[in-house]
């Protein structure tokens, strides 16, 4: 009985064994991933499949919204959790976390792509910090303007070049069916701090006085204050009611119902203004670079990519995954599937398939995406460490002169010291 027993115990404990292996094994099968909330990201977990059959690894891809994103990661990332192997990295926050310790260099995967040459090269090198890359980009959104051809048809006026021409032909269609302008006026980085610099810079304004060399904040400049003076003209003269806490959904559901007859924003929101499924005046709209000024045009950009946390805990399924993520062939079927013009790679642009649905929404969209990214500036957002705050809290004034709680000068001023303190902690 004791031998019988004892053969038992080993049985078991072999079984047990094998058990604990097959399960580090398949651990070791599996990448987790958490990105926040984009047509794109949505439209990569459903292809989770295609990864598991093309490499055998299980892809656990988690899409969540952008605040309980902000939350997850600095819980992960400041805990040291390992629970994510390959996190959504906008460009925008890679200098902080670099700063931080938070990534770890993807410079070997990044120059092992066969045809690394197909990606563009402004977002790829937009995470080129140090001499090392810390992700690879899926997304480049660049600003562009939508307006109403039968409205501006109607008032016998020209779609505006310059923001000036603007608060002219803002005048002249203004009407109490159809406000002439729609943008963003919430206070955020990444909100009303992704529109407004695009009249600031056109203005000749800047952040600082000699990015990157001399961060001596510049904010309180006469360009500047020309520039918020008319985006408080157009915002309040000439938009919706309401207008002061717009964001995305508030802008897209202006165009699309036609409370709105132009904006100035980013491609995936003015696309969805010619969208026949969605806009009842998809017809009607038309897509042009944003207007310029003294400095010319200054389109807006928006780069994310995906990055490999620190410590991850699956770190060649979590490379593997990235090059399946960023390759052609997936961002093609992004681009097919969803709402997704913002692809990084040249050749997606060249798929039959892919041209001939974004012709639908109109013939020259991807080179007018291509064209307005090559005016666009890398550091149109200054990439540095404290960006994030330092946009919030520019955003956070400028949002309070639209609003009238502060003269333009005040916000400007209170800006540039907030600017200055956050840079000096």
Same mark, same amino acid.
């Given at each position: ?32 991933? &958490? &990105? ?11 292809? $989770? ?9 299980? $892809? ?93 048809? =109607? ?131 038309? &897509?042009? &670079? ?11 950009? =928006? ?72 005016? $666009? ?23 309070? $002169? ?24």
């Amino acid at each position: 009985m004791q031998f019988k027993t004892m053969i038992s115990g080993v049985t078991a404990l072999l079984c047990t064994t094998a058990l604990m292996g097959g399960q580090a094994s398949a651990q070791e099968q599996e990448v987790n991933v &958490l &990105l926040f909330s984009m047509p794109s990201t949505q439209g990569l977990q459903k292809l $989770a499949g295609d990864f598991e059959a093309e490499t055998g690894i299980k $892809a656990n891809i988690d899409v969540v919204g952008q605040n309980v994103f902000e939350n997850r990661i600095t819980l992960s990332f400041a805990g040291g959790a390992r629970d994510i192997d390959v996190v959504h990295t906008p460009v925008i926050q890679v200098q902080r976390w670099v700063e931080a310790g938070w990534l770890q260099p993807i410079t070997d995967l990044v120059e092992n792509i066969e045809d690394r040459d197909d990606i563009l090269a402004g977002p790829l090198n937009s995470y080129l910090v140090d001499g090392e890359y810390w992700a690879v980009p899926f997304f480049a959104e660049t600003g562009l303007m939508a307006y109403r051809r039968d409205i501006l048809e =109607a008032a016998g006026v020209n779609p505006p070049e310059t923001w000036e021409e603007m608060l002219n032909v803002a005048a002249a269609i203004d009407s109490g069916d159809t406000a002439a302008i729609a943008m963003r006026v919430a206070p955020g980085q990444g909100f009303n701090m992704f529109v407004f610099p695009m009249i600031m810079r056109a203005y000749g304004g800047k952040f600082f006085e000699n990015y990157p060399d001399d961060l001596t904040p510049a904010l309180d400049s006469p360009e500047n204050l020309e520039a918020l003076k008319t985006y408080i003209t157009l915002m309040n003269d000439y938009g919706p009611e309401g207008i002061g806490n717009f964001n995305f959904p508030e802008v897209v559901a202006a165009l699309q119902s036609g409370q709105a007859a132009m904006t100035v924003d980013g491609t995936s929101i003015v696309s969805q203004a010619v969208d026949p499924e969605k806009s009842r005046f998809a017809d009607e709209f038309v &897509l042009a &670079l944003p207007p310029g000024g003294p400095a010319g045009r200054s389109p807006a950009i =928006a780069v994310h990519g995906l990055g490999i946390p620190a410590g991850a805990e699956h770190s060649e399924a979590a490379r593997k995954f990235i090059e399946w993520a960023t390759s052609t062939e997936t961002l093609t079927k992004l681009a097919i599937n969803e709402a997704y013009p913002d692809f990084t790679r040249a050749s997606v642009a060249q798929n039959p398939e892919v041209k001939a649905k974004y012709a639908g929404i109109q013939d020259n969209f991807l080179d007018l995406r291509v064209e307005a990214l090559n005016l $666009a500036v890398g550091n149109y957002r200054p990439l540095i460490p404290t960006w994030p705050e330092i946009g919030a809290a520019v955003g956070e004034n400028i949002n309070a $002169a639209v609003n009238g709680l502060m003269t333009p000068e005040e916000a400007l001023a209170a800006a540039q010291d907030e600017m200055e303190a956050i840079l000096d902690n």
